[in-house]
């Protein structure tokens, strides 16, 4: 979505690019540095989160992403690996 916020980070496997989609809903691509496809998660339905507030800030690092709700809440995404 044009003028979305967008935040990326590379670890030791995988470059991830984290942006918010026309429907308020937090995305994620990744791809992985050994070779392979792009991959797009729908983290906000993933997670059975609230979508994002329009203009909301978005920041990530190593997994977690942060993002504003329409409440006026913070929010934190994560994957839990185990």
């Known amino acids: 979505m044009a003028g979305s916020a967008l935040t990326s980070w590379a670890d030791p496997e ?3 690019v984290i ?3 026309a429907d308020q809903h937090v ?3 990744f791809y992985p540095l050994a070779g392979g496809a792009w ?3 729908d983290l906000t339905a ?3 989160s609230p979508a994002t507030v ?3 800030a978005l920041t ?3 997994d ?3 993002f504003l709700s329409p409440d006026q809440h913070v929010h934190e995404l994560h994957y839990a690996i185990g």
Do not use: I, K, R, T
């Open 14 to 16: 995988y470059q991830h």
């Open 19 to 21: 942006f918010v989609s």
């Open 27 to 29: 995305h994620e691509l």
């Open 39 to 41: 991959v797009v998660y």
């Open 46 to 48: 993933v997670a059975g």
């Open 54 to 56: 329009g203009g909301s």
């Open 60 to 62: 990530g690092w190593a």
């Open 64 to 66: 977690p992403v942060v």
